[in-house]
């Protein structure tokens, strides 16, 4: 066993909104940032502009500055706030890598200083969204090895990981669907066995993204005072701290009506550019934001399936022998699925589509032979908000582990495309 291997494995899952890292090991990642990069674009510019033939070491200091000169996650977006010459940008968009500059600046940025560790010193487990194309595993084998010439690499599909979260309980399911609410993109995942069942993935256009805009789009139209600038931000943190899960959106309304003083919260800020503070109100955005999972109609024409139709879906197109296995866990991941009674009301919902099912198929027989009723479980847990990193740090602690990462020399030896393909851990259950 190498030196590397006994240190802890790096885990970092980077998310369409927000990356996790941290150290195999542990209960939690050490940070937790939003997925931006903020380049000084002067610098660039200049070494752009330069005109042929004049002096080169300005044209080399300037085109080095830019290497340079960029920040990320909470930094990066206080100073494109504070200075015109920063430019944002998302390197992932919908789960997929978009901008492979941008999120090599952002690994070198995470592993230098924020988890301040020699790259060539550890292992590194790092996760992709369930569509991921083989090319892009390649691009990541790439720069992981070339640029930062790190010892061992595994690249792990995100479901299966938040599935690997329920390993600290006694016994391992690792067949569930894993119904993952990111910041940018939903998907519904049947795994069997630790397989992820390709064909029955389903993906919808509805994420925590959509959520936040929303609340903002409500926000605006009730003319609550909310300077423009900051109503996004305001949005996401209406979103994160006051908003809940209804069972009836009649009855919830009826409730607001009733007692406003109970229900309506006051949101108190400072407007950015007069420093004058403002107050608005939040009301029906509380149940109205998470209800575009059940009801999307309410938020979008070009979308109208909920999440649990989605759901009941999935399941239907997966092998007819894992379906009930796959009903009975159904597996929460991501942080907008943090909402306070999620997990009831999804259960309630596909329970209500599956029973439906049963009746009519007993009917149709015509009563002879009852069908067994069919166990509908949605697991929750407080780690949900990081399952995915959680998953990829119990997996990157086990011996099987290193034994399944691809190596430097194997990348030497046989190229990019040993990364298209990560075994999966059979030893592990």
Known sequence: ??????????????????????FAGNV??????????????????????????SNWLAQHRAGVMADLDYFIGDEAIARSRSSTTYNLTHPIHHGQVENWD??????????????????????????????????????????????????????AVQPVLALAAGYTTSKCEMTGVVVDVGDGATHVVPVADGYVIGSSIKSIPISGKDVTLFIQQLMRERGEHVPPEDSLEIARKVKEMYCYTSSDIVKEYNKHDREPSKYIKQWRGIKPKTGAPYSCDIGYERFLGPEIFFNPEIYSSDFTTPLPAVIDKCIQSSPIDTRRALYKNIVLSGGSTMFKDFHRRLQRDVKKIVDARVLASDARV????????????????PIQRFAVWFGGSVLASTPEFYAACHTKAEYEEYGASICRTNPVFKGMY
């Not at 939690?28 to 033939?53: D, L």
């Not at 060539?120 to 194309?133: C, K």
């Not at 166990?375 to 929750?380: D, I, L």
Request: net charge negative.
């Open 1 to 22: 066993m190498d030196a590397a291997a006994s240190r802890p494995a790096v885990v970092i899952d980077n998310g369409t909104g927000y990356t996790k890292m941290g």
């Open 28 to 53: 939690e990642p050490c940070f937790i940032i939003p997925t931006v990069v903020a380049v000084n674009e002067s610098f660039a510019n200049q070494s752009r502009n330069s005109v042929k033939g």
């Open 102 to 155: 941008a999120m090599e600046r952002f690994w070198q940025q995470c592993i230098f200083n924020y988890l301040r560790c020699d790259p060539e010193d550890h292992y590194f487990l790092l996760t992709e969204s369930p569509l991921t194309a083989p090319e892009s595993r390649e691009y990541t084998g790439e720069i992981m090895f070339e640029t930062f010439n790190v010892p061992g690499l595994y690249i």
């Open 366 to 381: 015509g009563g002879e032979v009852k069908s067994q009723p069919v166990e509908v479980n949605v697991v929750s847990h």
